[in-house]
């Protein structure tokens, strides 16, 4: 098997085969309690997670019953990897395996230090390593980290493939959409309702299906910025055969301003889009520089880009910002949205001046969130000029959206 065809198939190799794993005891040395470094992980898919004390040298992985630690998988060697100790630190070396030995996604040719927290894969099986655990006996973590460990595996795959796929949820002009008078779901709307799509990250590996499993992971590793930019390039990049354009909501991650290489990247997306209508969504809870929001505000009219509050009202609402910076749109967080058709008079009055307030400084209300008809006509009477939600349209993939007409 290639390593190729070894990337494509691994999972499905590891969840139809019949996985057993034994830790052989007596290749330790001292007790357990002993043990300064554990391999934290599995021991079969679907299991609780062990710790396994490498507390003896060498310490060998493979699929042979007198090893270490036998993974009886078909995608591990007979000897797959050994670890051993290098003064007070762990070292893990592969035996020229046929399917290789991995320390955070990336393939070991030559020796390799290992630190605490690594996580490292052999074949197809992931283990954490794990660092001066104090314990008298092999411990059985309460949760299944197993997803999770392979996740971050697979997240390596996610990142260098770019193995994405956008969904588009659209956004309608409340003033046009009508709702069934009928049934609780809305009439079939024409494409003039739609105003633009949130683009959406989702991906069909194991673990990282949704963009909160994804970030979950990119937080593990650091890496949510590059995530943050990958999914929006592919986002826009899937679009450009779309005729005509659609107009394109497109997010950030609230670390992203903290760091340099954000207009670099819009810039970026321009140049591949530059005849497309773009809307750069910034969390309210990242909203706190206003100086720095005026630099990105200046050149998102320079990129002839819009720019959107997401999520107001979620948390500290920042009303200074939003006066000072006057974003195109301001989305309203779904809590706030969310059986607003039932709420008390008060609560109703409060979100309607909100929205009267977001208008008079020039810009457009937008209800997330909306997911009953009762909602969606409270909505429209308090003066909300577009809506997103399940009930308005589900995120799609690229092949079912509808683009409106002029919205490019």
């Keep these: 098997m290639t390593r190729s065809q070894f990337h494509a198939n691994r999972v499905s190799h590891f969840q139809e085969s019949t996985v057993t794993t034994a830790f052989h005891p007596e290749s330790i040395s001292g007790k357990q309690g002993n043990a300064a470094w554990f391999l934290s992980g599995s021991l079969g898919p679907g299991g609780a997670v062990t710790d396994v004390p490498v507390n003896s040298t060498p310490f060998v992985v493979g699929r042979k019953t007198n090893c270490s630690l036998c993974l009886a998988a078909p995608t591990v060697s007979g000897q ?3 670890i051993s100790m290098q003064g007070e630190r762990l070292l893990i070396t592969d035996l020229a395996s046929t399917n290789g030995t991995y320390v955070n996604g990336h393939r070991i040719k030559q020796p390799t230090i290992l630190n605490d927290k690594d996580l490292i894969q052999l074949a197809d099986a992931p283990f954490r390593v794990r660092a001066q655990v104090t314990q008298t006996d092999t411990q059985t973590q309460p ?9 971050l595996v697979e997240f390596d795959r996610l990142m260098s493939a770019r193995l994405v796929a956008p969904r588009y949820q659209p956004i309608l ?5 009508e709702t069934s008078p009928t049934s609780q779901t809305p009439a079939s709307h024409c494409p003039q309702h739609i105003v633009g799509y949130e683009v959406l990250g989702r991906s069909d590996l194991p673990g990282l299906e949704t963009p909160a499993a994804m970030f979950q992971a990119a937080g593990r590793l650091d890496l949510q910025v590059p995530l943050s930019r990958m999914l929006r390039c ?12 659609p107009r394109l909501f497109i997010n950030t991650h609230p670390s992203e301003l903290d760091e340099a290489g954000l207009i ?3 810039q970026d997306l321009r140049r591949l889009a530059p005849a497309q209508e773009l809307v750069l969504e910034i969390h309210e809870s990242a ?30 609402t920042r009303l200074v910002e939003l006066i000072e910076v006057r974003p195109d749109y301001v989305k309203f967080d779904m809590s706030l949205i969310r059986d607003i058709d039932t709420a008390h008079h ?7 001046q909100l929205v009267i307030m977001v208008q008079e400084l020039g810009s457009t209300p937008l209800a997330e969130g909306i997911e009953r008809s009762g909602e969606l006509e409270t909505c429209r009477q ?16 690229l092949e079912n959206i509808a683009c409106p007409s002029g919205a490019g």
Excluded at 288 to 316: I, Y
């Design 80 to 82: 797959h990897a050994t």
């Design 143 to 151: 949760e299944n980290a197993y997803n999770d460990a392979l996740a």
């Design 173 to 177: 002009d409340l003033s046009l959409q």
């Design 234 to 245: 592919e986002g826009v990049q899937a679009t450009r055969t779309v005729t005509p354009l």
């Design 264 to 266: 670099e990247s819009l």
């Design 287 to 316: 909203v706190t520089d206003l100086s720095a929001m005026h630099r990105l505000a200046t050149v998102l009219r320079d990129l002839n880009m819009g720019l959107a509050f997401d999520d107001f009202g979620a948390g500290q």
């Design 346 to 352: 008060e609560r109703q009055q409060v979100l309607r």
């Design 382 to 397: 308090l003066g909300f000029t577009l809506g997103q939600g399940y009930f308005l349209g589900s995120p799609q993939s």
